[in-house]
C-alpha cells in the first residue's frame, strides 16, 4: 500500500499545497496536486516581508512550485521573494486584490541565483540597524512621526521606511538625509496603528498570536457599540488591543448577539406584577435570560426569567392583567439557568461527601469471650472443636 505523506516533505497526496516556510498569511492551495494546475494561469503570487505580497506574470513559462525563492521585476533594479501560491486560485486572489482591469502586471525573471540569495540575506540583516538610525534621524529634525519597519529591495538598491504619524509630516529633508547616510532609493509608506501591530507581531491577552499578524488583511472599522450589544465591561484598558486600538475581535461575534437581542423585549419596557413593580436590570442574551430587580438603579428583589415569560407578562399588562409573581410555578421556571458546564460543579465540598467514610470496628482486646486472639467477637477454631467434642460425648453417655 502506497505511503500518503503531508507536511513539509515531499509526499504524494497534496504536498504541493503545503508551505515550506512558516510565514504570514500563507494560503493552503488545495488545486496544487490537480493536473495542468500550473500551466491554468501565468500569474504567480509571491511573498515579501510580511505581510507585502504581489502578482508577477510567468512569462518565460517556469517550472514553479510553492516555496521557490524567484527574482521578479522591480522599479528599479529587481526584488527577491517566496512564491506562496500557482494555478487557479491565484486568478481568485486577484480578483480579491481588487486590480482594475487593465493593470500591467510585472515579471518573474528567473528563479533566484545563489549570488542573488547571498545579497538579498544581507541587505535583510541591515534593516534593524537601519530602523533604529533613521528614528534617531527623524527625532532630531523634530518630525512627529514613528518609523516602524524597514525592508529593504532584494538586490538592496532601495528601502521602503514604514511609519505612522497622527498628522501629515513634510519628511521631504528626511528622504535626502536618509538617501545621503545609507546610499540607497528611499520610499516613505504610511501605514496605520493596526499594520504596524501586525507588522511587529506578537501575543494577545487570549494566549494566542495576534490576528492582524497571521490572517487577517483587511482592517474593518471597531466601535465601542460591538461591546455594548456584547455586554462587555467599557474598560479602555481591557478594549484596546497592542495598537492601542479597540481589539479586532469584538467585531467577531457581534452579528451574533444582535440577531440574539432581537428575540429580548426592550430594556425600557416594566414588568408589573400584582404585589411590585419590575425594571430590566440584565440579560443573558444567548440564553436568553432576563434579570430584573425592583429598584431602578440596585439590584432589589432580583427575579431572573426567561424571555418567552417576559413576553407573556407584558402581553398580560397590556391587557389590563397582571400576574401574581414573575416566575410561573406551574411552568416550573427556575429563576437561573442551569449550566451543564464542568465549571458549575466547581465547589471545594464537592468531595466531602466521597471521603466520609464508616467507622471502623473497635479491635478488641485478646481477653475476649471465646478466646480469638484477634479480638473480632468471634470463636475460635480450638473452641469450636471443644463444642463438637462435648456434644459428640452427650450423645453416647444416651
Not at 507536511?7 to 492551495?29: F, I, Q, V, W
Request: proline share 4%.
Amino acid at each position: 500500500m502506497s505511503e500518503f505523506k503531508c507536511g513539509n516533505c515531499c509526499g504524494e497526496m497534496c504536498s504541493k499545497g503545503c508551505s515550506r516556510h512558516a510565514d504570514k498569511l500563507n494560503t493552503y492551495d488545495w488545486l496544487a496536486d490537480l493536473p495542468d494546475n500550473t500551466a491554468a494561469c501565468d500569474i504567480v503570487e509571491v511573498q515579501f516581508k510580511p505581510p507585502r505580497k504581489g502578482y508577477f506574470i510567468n512569462a518565460n513559462k517556469l517550472p514553479l512550485e510553492k516555496g521557490d525563492v524567484v527574482a521578479v521585476e522591480a522599479s528599479p533594479g529587481h526584488d527577491v521573494g517566496t512564491v506562496t501560491m500557482t494555478g487557479r486560485l491565484v486568478s481568485l486572489q486577484v480578483k480579491k486584490a481588487n486590480f482594475k482591469p487593465g493593470t500591467e502586471l510585472k515579471k518573474v525573471y528567473r528563479i533566484a541565483r545563489p549570488t542573488d540569495i547571498e545579497k538579498w540575506e544581507e541587505a535583510r540583516k541591515r534593516e534593524h540597524e537601519t530602523m533604529i538610525e533613521s528614528r534617531q534621524i527623524a527625532l532630531h529634525l523634530g518630525l512627529k512621526m514613528k518609523i516602524g519597519d524597514v525592508e529593504y529591495q532584494g538586490d538592496g538598491n532601495k528601502a521602503i521606511f514604514y511609519y505612522i504619524a497622527d498628522e501629515r509630516v513634510d519628511f521631504r529633508q528626511l528622504i535626502k538625509v536618509l538617501a545621503d547616510r545609507f546610499h540607497v532609493r528611499i520610499e516613505m509608506k504610511q501605514i496605520g496603528a493596526r499594520q504596524e501591530a501586525g507588522r511587529i507581531g506578537g501575543i494577545g491577552p487570549c494566549g494566542r498570536e495576534l490576528c492582524c499578524s497571521t490572517w487577517m488583511t483587511n482592517f474593518v472599522s471597531v466601535s465601542t457599540a460591538a461591546a455594548r450589544f456584547q455586554d462587555i465591561s467599557l474598560n479602555p484598558q481591557k478594549l484596546a488591543g497592542q495598537c492601542a486600538k479597540l481589539k479586532c475581535c469584538m467585531n467577531y461575534e457581534v452579528d451574533q448577539y444582535m440577531e440574539s437581542l432581537k428575540k429580548l423585549p426592550s430594556r425600557e419596557i416594566t414588568l408589573h406584577t400584582l404585589d411590585n413593580e419590575y425594571f430590566f436590570f440584565k440579560a443573558d442574551v444567548l440564553s436568553h435570560m432576563i434579570t430584573y430587580s425592583t429598584d431602578k438603579k440596585f439590584l432589589v428583589g432580583e427575579q431572573t426569567i426567561s424571555a418567552r415569560r417576559a413576553f407573556e407578562i407584558i402581553q398580560m399588562n397590556r391587557h389590563g392583567q397582571k400576574p401574581d409573581a414573575l416566575i410561573d410555578s406551574d411552568a416550573n421556571e427556575k429563576s437561573e439557568p442551569v449550566s451543564s458546564d464542568l465549571l458549575s460543579q466547581d465547589s471545594i465540598n464537592r468531595f466531602d461527601s466521597q471521603n466520609k467514610r464508616k467507622p471502623k470496628n473497635k479491635k478488641r482486646k485478646n481477653g475476649n469471650a471465646g478466646g480469638n486472639p484477634r479480638g473480632n467477637g468471634r470463636p475460635n477454631s480450638n473452641a469450636k472443636g471443644h463444642r463438637r467434642s462435648s456434644r459428640n460425648e452427650g450423645d453416647a453417655q444416651a
